[in-house]
């Protein structure tokens, strides 16, 4: 099944500094939608299928809620991106879901989130709250004995301001050594279900073992597909590493939001679908199989493509 909307452009302006480039909306919201009620979705977005992570922690922790998720899947992964690149296809997305009446949008991709989050906020206001993500650092280095800790992230991640800022106050000051991570293949074996493949342990086993080597305790998963790794990590590894990502950290501040903005839904589904999935990439049927392993059995979801006009 397609459903077709039009990519619109949003009135963005680059503004360029010393530090980084930053994107800034010159104009109003255009043609706002009415204030989301109740009973409206949450929305949650992500360059592929790793965002189901996050999914997945939300809708258990807001047993009553629906959930409609957005997978880019026609331009994942966004790791290799430039930054401009990144928040123009994240625009398009949080677009999206706005305009399917969700009541607030999780950016369930830490790669997103690094470049995206002011902005849109600025842009949507208060009535459309923005939720991001960061790798979850902070309890990692509160909780270390060995004073190392790694974490695994896209090139793009780690140039974020996000996690720098992390870094700076929390690790710094805490004489806590980071490891930083990245690995463009591992994206690729999750969304085509090849997390315990031989290529992937190969893979896992040649970037984490340094990290093993010299005597980091965490890691830290700071991309939403990596949880969906922790099978084949601790078939590795065993318990020579505690891992941590930000699932279940950020369903708690989006029912923080919900309850804030008197947005939670409190009444009981009528055995609706819980995950709806909405791809960009026409792979809906192919994704099909492997959504049927990553997404637990207690949770109803389905597919379906977007026709990008």
Known sequence: MHLRFKLCSLPFELLKSEAMTAI??????????????????????????????????????????????????????????????????????????????????????????????????????????????????????????????????????????????????????????????????????VENGAQMSTACLATLKAILQPVVDQGADYLVLGCTHYPFLKPAIESIFGQKLTLIDSGVPVARQTARILIKNELLFEQDQNDGVRIECHVSGNNAENLKTVLQYLIQDDLTWNIRNIAVE
Request: include cysteine; hydrophobic fraction near 45%; glycine fraction near 6%.
């Open 24 to 189: 800034h909306p010159i104009y109003p919201l255009i043609d706002p939608m009415p204030k989301a009620q109740s009973h409206a979705p949450i929305g949650i977005f992500d360059s592929g299928i790793g965002g189901l992570s996050v999914a997945q922690d939300i809708a258990r922790y807001l047993p009553k809620e629906r959930i409609l998720y957005y997978a880019d899947t026609a331009h994942v992964p966004y790791g290799p991106r430039d930054d401009q690149n990144i928040r123009e296809l994240t625009a398009q997305a949080i677009e999206w879901l706005y305009r399917q009446g969700c009541k607030v949008a999780v950016v369930a991709c830490n790669t997103a989130s690094a470049f995206s989050l002011d902005y849109l906020r600025d842009y949507y206001g208060e009535d459309f709250p923005i939720i991001g993500l960061v790798p979850a650092l902070k309890p990692a280095v509160l909780q270390t004995k060995s004073k190392t800790v790694a974490v695994l992230a896209t090139p793009a991640t780690f140039r974020g301001k996000l996690i720098q800022d992390v870094m700076q106050r929390f690790a710094l000051p805490a004489q806590v050594n980071v490891i930083p991570v990245t690995c463009l293949d591992l994206v690729p074996f």
